[in-house]
């Protein structure tokens, strides 16, 4: 009997032993998961580390655009928020109005927290994360996007001016180090007194670029990003869109700019 009771005891000490060590696995895991879990500041959904990219929209609100384009572009929107932002961009949202110094800065700036279904589901709470995503991301940018009527009918269309604003207090100011993409909604013509795209014939960038405006219409900003151009029919009827993307594509690709792409928007 006390050769069974020693041997017995010996097992109860191994077998707490197993335990302890399985206990002191599992907190040590724990700890290494909540000491390197990315954390996020609370008021721009940003890692604490920084954005990882980011996304600037520059919407123009210089023209009225028929209905069907603006449902199309709140569709586009949508999905580019829903499917294509990645996890830790920032999202800033520029508005192209008739003056330019009062929409220098973005209507709307923060990151994408993620979704649920690109989290680690055994470290993450669904509650959380859809919280994050829906009610303080998506739902606030929704809220800023339907307040741009595109119903006015401006004087002035300053693009050029606001393509250097989006260089300066877009991608300059929040000094992204991963990849710079800028997405356009716009007529792309240009309407100042020094200079007009309305007009029937539009120069060749070439031509432009020669000119004081030309040269004073330089957007260092932007160098290092690229950029798509969602292209919204105005009530002007003056310019082929294929000669105009050449315009934009070689005013661009002089400025650092990859282009993307350059793609009508859908309706009438």
Same mark, same amino acid.
């Given at each position: 009997?006390?050769? +069974? &009771?020693?041997?017995?005891?010996?097992?109860?000490?191994?077998?707490?032993? =197993?335990? *302890?060590?399985?206990? /002191?696995?599992?907190?040590?895991?724990?700890?290494?998961?909540?000491?390197?879990?990315?954390?996020?500041?609370?008021?721009?959904?940003?890692?604490? @580390?920084?954005?990882?990219?980011?996304?600037?929209?520059?919407?123009?609100?210089?023209?009225?655009?028929?209905?069907?384009?603006?449902?199309?572009?709140?569709?586009?929107?949508? @999905?580019?928020?829903? #499917?294509? /932002?990645?996890?830790? +961009?920032?999202? !800033?949202?520029?508005?192209?109005?008739?003056?330019? %110094?009062?929409?220098?800065?973005?209507?709307? #700036?923060?990151?994408?927290?993620?979704?649920?279904?690109?989290?680690?589901?055994?470290?993450?709470?669904?509650?959380?994360?859809?919280?994050?995503?829906?009610?303080?991301?998506?739902?606030?940018?929704?809220?800023?996007?339907?307040?741009?009527?595109?119903?006015?009918? !401006?004087?002035?269309?300053?693009?050029?001016?606001?393509?250097?604003?989006?260089?300066?207090?877009?991608?300059? $100011?929040?000094?992204?180090?991963? #990849? $710079?993409?800028?997405?356009?909604?716009?007529?792309?013509?240009?309407?100042?007194?020094?200079? !007009?795209?309305? %007009?029937?014939?539009?120069?060749?960038? &070439?031509?432009?670029?020669?000119?004081?405006?030309?040269?004073?219409? &330089?957007?260092? *900003?932007?160098?290092?990003? !690229?950029?798509?151009?969602?292209?919204?029919?105005?009530?002007? %009827? =003056?310019?082929?869109?294929?000669?105009?993307?050449?315009?934009? #594509?070689?005013?661009?690709?002089?400025?650092?700019?990859?282009?993307?792409?350059?793609? $009508?928007?859908?309706?009438?």
């Amino acid at each position: 009997m006390a050769i +069974y &009771a020693q041997k017995k005891g010996l097992s109860g000490k191994a077998v707490g032993v =197993m335990f *302890g060590g399985v206990a /002191l696995i599992a907190a040590s895991a724990m700890i290494y998961i909540n000491f390197t879990r990315e954390t996020f500041d609370k008021e721009t959904l940003c890692p604490s @580390t920084g954005p990882k990219g980011q996304y600037v929209v520059l919407i123009d609100n210089t023209s009225p655009f028929p209905f069907t384009q603006k449902v199309a572009l709140g569709q586009r929107l949508k @999905t580019m928020v829903t #499917e294509e /932002l990645p996890e830790g +961009y920032l999202l !800033s949202v520029f508005l192209l109005g008739e003056d330019f %110094k009062s929409n220098e800065k973005p209507l709307f #700036e923060r990151c994408n927290p993620g979704q649920w279904k690109d989290r680690n589901q055994q470290t993450s709470n669904k509650k959380f994360v859809d919280r994050d995503f829906n009610q303080k991301f998506v739902k606030p940018f929704d809220d800023i996007v339907h307040k741009i009527s595109l119903e006015e009918r !401006s004087k002035n269309s300053p693009i050029f001016q606001m393509l250097q604003l989006v260089g300066i207090n877009g991608f300059e $100011r929040a000094h992204v180090s991963g #990849e $710079r993409r800028l997405v356009i909604y716009s007529d792309m013509l240009a309407n100042m007194p020094e200079f !007009s795209m309305y %007009k029937a014939s539009l120069p060749q960038y &070439a031509e432009f670029r020669k000119t004081a405006y030309g040269q004073n219409a &330089a957007a260092p *900003g932007l160098s290092g990003s !690229s950029v798509t151009i969602n292209l919204l029919a105005a009530d002007h %009827k =003056m310019l082929q869109s294929n000669k105009l993307a050449l315009f934009w #594509e070689q005013y661009f690709q002089d400025n650092g700019v990859s282009v993307e792409g350059f793609s $009508r928007v859908e309706g009438l």
